[in-house]
């Protein structure tokens, strides 16, 4: 599933391949992916636009028009952004091509169509669409991190998994990060000490750094993530066999000896 890390690589993507470009032609070979908008609006909204440096908030994408409206895209668990040339062939889950100048094609590439893709008219549509997201994850300061931990009930991994409550972690970023700060995942949020929630915020910090630099959650050697998947699952730190469960609904991988529960 795309995470913040994944997001950042797709705008980078949009940006490389369409920013300052001009769109002449809007296909959507899939309605299945608009939300709230058809596709002969989207082809009026945004044909004869020009790109410019797109954002991100979490996990969503905001590819602006200047003073137009924002094309804005999320990509649920499979989606992707992919740049191409007109003339290549599309693919099966290629559902909304984007022609722009220079010989490009922006596509929005999604096997499951969980998300899609939104037009906010103005920046007002925009916070309307954002208005439920917690601060972004790799902007959120010190103070704000702290206020999101000890203001919720539950448990610490529910807390960072909850895009209400800090947009951009998913499932492998919220284990990673917690396995870095040796935290117990089903520790309570309000409960944890200033000592665990500066290690969690510094780690947090550390870990989004380099999985957007590798455009994604990497499964290294030395990462949680590079061990999860394992038949027999070991602690790339201390080698104890890693522990599964589940918290918040989601599958959980811990190690038992670097992160103890306390109890």
């Not at 290629?94 to 010989?103: A, H, N, P």
Request: charged share 30%.
């Amino acid at each position: 599933m795309p995470e913040l890390p994944d997001v950042e690589g797709f705008r980078e993507v949009l940006r490389s391949c369409v920013k300052g470009r001009t769109v002449h032609r809007v296909h959507v070979r899939d309605t299945g992916v608009l939300r709230g908008v058809s596709a002969r609006r989207l082809r009026r909204a945004l044909e004869g636009r020009r790109f410019t440096e797109p954002e991100r908030h979490g996990k969503w994408l905001l590819a602006r028009t200047g003073d137009g409206p924002t094309l804005m895209l999320h990509f649920g668990m499979t989606g992707g952004l992919v740049c191409c040339r007109p003339g290549d062939a599309p693919e099966a889950h290629d559902r909304v091509l984007f022609t722009v100048d220079g010989d490009r094609q922006l596509r929005y590439r999604d096997q499951r169509k969980l998300q899609g893709l939104w037009l906010a008219d103005d920046d007002s549509d925009v916070a309307r669409l954002l208005a439920r997201l917690g601060p972004d994850a790799l902007a959120v300061d010190r103070d704000g991190f702290d206020a999101v931990l000890t203001s919720r009930r539950g448990r610490v991994k529910a807390v960072l998994i909850d895009q209400s409550a800090l947009a951009g972690l998913g499932n492998l970023l919220a284990d990673e990060i917690l396995w870095r700060a040796r935290v117990w995942p089903a520790s309570r949020a309000a409960d944890l000490t200033e000592a665990e929630r500066h290690r969690l915020y510094a780690q947090m910090r550390r870990t989004l750094r380099s999985a957007v630099s590798a455009g994604c959650v990497p499964p290294r050697d030395s990462w949680l993530t590079g061990h999860r998947d394992d038949p027999l699952p070991a602690c790339p730190r201390c080698g104890a066999p890693l522990r599964r469960s589940r918290v918040a609904g989601r599958g959980t991988v811990w190690c038992p000896r670097c992160q103890p529960d306390g109890a």
